[in-house]
């Protein structure tokens, strides 16, 4: 881990860490390092990481390419192997890694140990994905002919993840890119380098061949453009914000890589007369404002049938009022801060902007005091008579705001869920199965829900965005099969008699 334990100005003890290449941690080429500190409190200083450039991106790469031929060869039960033991190994760690992800990413505690939880199942999961069939049998036009197709591994993969679950989107798309025979250069984001530090150590530990699996801590301009753009990464996963999505897809078609993109969302709830309301409200609030609302499927948008607006809208408004927000540490915590300062002003001065626009702001949405003025707290957030229009009303926040849309009918309310560019995730609270149906039917989004919050996604089964909010391609479950590998398809006849 290149841990010499080394002494912050503040006294702390803190652990330096490396890249992971070619099995082995060591520093950035150029020896840079920079500090990571708890979104919660920016006294605390959570490591000191690789900062790292170019040169390591090449090292990694090329580690990654020198080992995939024979990991691409190697069985798939031995790589089963290697995933279930990674997963025990980290099963064993979840108290102090879903700790540790807490400090660095602010989401509550019990959020974090979840997580890591996650991480663990998907391990698991894709450790018997490695062993399950690949490819199908078929006839041929010549009876004496063995006619079959058989997936193959794409070969050097990039993994580019974002901070908001800095565990479980790594596990989700490394487990499977190894799981199948590719080796893997690893970016992850900036603010979360000790979880993907973790992560990687639990495959490390359970026997991952040098080079199957390298990390790279640093920079999207130094580390992430130079893997994006590095002709023997043959494939880029990536998840993260419209705009980065927008700059790999030029730079993925300028040199033919296959990519995989899920990207952000601005996703709806609908609400209709009929539903049970109290269960309504558990599962509006916590979609929109667990993890600090910065979850791609969070809910931003209650979209309430009139007849019941202004009762839920009250309702809204107290439960959110009464949400605690504090150190994410701290069991009684319910809202934790945002990823960084910035975040913080940046969602604040959103809120302004929206009231400034005409929008009613019913509470919270301002930076929170009460001692915790060293970290990136905002008040969670609901707004009243949002226009569907409206900034509000389109744009992904990434923040604890929820903007209440009312509407006069089922056909008004499809109309706004669906008028926007994104199409991740959605849900319906009604108990007519009629209007449940027709809501699966025609909203576009890739992940729909009945009853429970945009945010419920299982670990097993596809997940992915329609519209701006995906390349088309999905994750998890037996879609990952297709991202991660290619098909090849085989004749044999047999020789002459
Ligand atoms: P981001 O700014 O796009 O960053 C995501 C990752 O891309 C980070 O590792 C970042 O590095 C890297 N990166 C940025 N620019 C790059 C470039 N030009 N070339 C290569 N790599 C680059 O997104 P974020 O703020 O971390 O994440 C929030 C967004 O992710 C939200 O929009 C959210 O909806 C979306 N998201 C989507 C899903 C989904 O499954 N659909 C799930 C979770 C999050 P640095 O950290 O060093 O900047």
Known sequence: MVATPTRADSGQAVETFGNYIGGEWRPAAGGETSENRSPANWDELIGVFASSGAEDVDAAVAAAAEAYHTWRFSSPITRANILHKAANILEGRIPEVGRELTREEGKTLKEGIGETTRAVQILRYFAGEAQQPSGEHYPSANPLTLLYTTREPLGVVGIVTPWNFPIAIPAWKIAPALAFGNTVVFKPASLTPLTAVRFVEALADAGLPPGVLNLVTGSAANVGDPLVRDARVTAISFTGSNETGAALRKAAAE?????????????????????????????????????????????????????????????LAERIAGLKVGDPLEAET???????????????????????????????????????????????????????????????????????????????????????????SASIFTRDLGKALAFAREIEAGVVHVNSETPGAEPHVPFGGMKGSSSYSREQGKAAREFFTQTKTVYIDPPPA
């Open 255 to 315: 040199r033919g890589a296959k990519l995989q993109l899920e990207l952000g969302g601005k996703n709806p709830a609908i609400v209709l007369g009929d539903a049970d309301l109290d269960h309504a409200l558990g599962h509006v609030v916590s979609g929109a404002m667990m993890s600090t609302g910065q979850k791609c499927t969070a809910t931003s948008r209650a979209i309430i049938d009139r007849s019941i607006a202004d009762r839920f809208t009250e309702m």
């Open 334 to 424: 319910q809202i934790g801060p945002l990823i960084d300062e910035r975040a913080a002003e940046r969602v604040a001065s959103e809120v302004e902007a929206a009231k400034q626009a005409g929008a009613e702001l019913l509470v919270g949405g301002g930076r929170v005091g009460n001692g915790l003025e060293r970290g990136a707290f905002v008040a969670p957030a609901l707004f009243a008579e949002v226009a569907p229009d409206s900034r509000l009303g389109q744009d992904e926040l990434f923040g604890p705001v929820l903007g209440v849309i009312p509407v006069d009918s089922m056909d008004e309310a499809m109309a706004v869920a669906n008028q926007v560019k994104f199409g991740l």
